[in-house]
């Protein structure tokens, strides 16, 4: 697989702990309890959250996030535990770009955690892990998608486009 | 010189990089997101891969001068080192890097060595020759143009 290709959750197998699931099986927005993007004005600020231990690529994705043409509010996090930290405190993000290799809580740990609380978030991986097997493991942590870092504005449209689309 | 003789100068540099495999279309897409809210993008990402990767080659250095080397430490720097320079495009680093994991994977102390002492001297050639570009493009702005993306 090539930096940039996506692997989505069909493709993986549908063996990741999905809390959406449960429900209407279409992409909520904030942490599971919010409404869905139907619900949302169009206008709605979108809140999106970049877990990247590498400021290199914490600031790419921040210009991107803001280059998308929706209203947006990027946050970021350095690590896994961060990401978990800001959830656990009552904070909620409509999209969440996680990187998997980090210090103190990797990607695959924080989406578990994350999918275990109960954030229904949309999860995105953004990895160097370029194999497929290897992604697949990613996404059996509970991502929607994952695809190779640096994200391109083209891919970060089609990541919106589908949480509109999976409504 | 003037406005035109510097942007055919910086078109022809920027070509040789490329043409070279010191940069990829990675770099393209950092000069497509400069726009005039942010007029010092790529200069500022690529400041801070050059802090980056300054800080993990001395972590590098460090890490592979123990007498028990901890190569799981040091694969996580060089993970780190491919990551940001991916995203900056510096693919000739990004290459080394990836010979660098495998020696890491190894066990191989010899074989770090000499990717250290490749990543260290990649590094410093796209280093220079990324000051020289952002160089050209301040000199093109200072005669009154603006530099080509």
């Known amino acids: 697989m090539m930096p940039g290709e996506t692997m989505s959750k069909q493709v993986a197998g549908a063996a990741s702990p999905d809390p959406r699931s449960a429900g209407s099986g279409k992409a909520m927005m904030g942490n599971g309890a919010g409404a869905s993007w139907a619900a949302v004005p169009e206008k709605k600020k979108l809140s999106v959250l970049i877990v990247d231990d590498d400021s290199t690529i914490r600031t790419i994705h921040t210009i991107l996030v803001n280059r998308v043409g929706v209203e947006v509010e990027p946050k970021v996090a350095e690590n896994g535990q961060v990401a978990v930290d800001l959830f656990r405190t009552g904070e909620s993000f409509d999209l969440v770009l996680m990187d998997w290799e980090m210090p103190v809580m990797n990607g695959i740990e924080a989406t578990r955690e994350l999918r275990k609380m109960g954030v229904g978030a949309m999860i995105v991986g953004v990895t160097s892990h370029s194999m497929d097997t290897e992604k697949e493991t990613f996404m059996a942590a509970g991502l929607d998608d994952c695809y190779g870092k640096p994200l391109s504005i083209k891919i970060l449209k089609n990541i919106l486009e589908k949480m509109k689309i999976d409504d | ?149």
């Open chain 2, 1 to 149: 010189m003037d406005v035109a003789q510097l942007k055919r100068q910086l078109f022809e540099y920027t070509t040789l990089l490329f043409h070279e495999g010191f940069l990829d279309e990675q770099f393209t897409q950092l000069q497509q997101l400069q726009d005039e809210n942010n007029p010092d993008f790529v200069v500022e990402v690529v400041s801070l891969f050059f802090d980056d990767s300054e800080r993990l080659l001395n972590e590098l250095a460090t890490a592979l001068d123990q007498q028990n080397i901890d190569f799981n430490k040091v694969d996580a720097h060089v993970h780190q080192l491919k990551g940001s320079s991916s995203s900056i495009g510096a693919q000739r680093v990004q290459r080394v890097c990836i010979a660098f994991r495998n020696s890491c994977q190894d066990k191989n102390v010899e074989g770090c060595l000499k990717c250290l002492q490749e990543v260290k001297h990649e590094y410093s050639l796209i280093k220079n020759k990324l000051e020289i570009l952002f160089n050209l493009e301040k000199q093109i702005l200072a005669a009154g143009g603006s530099p080509p993306v």
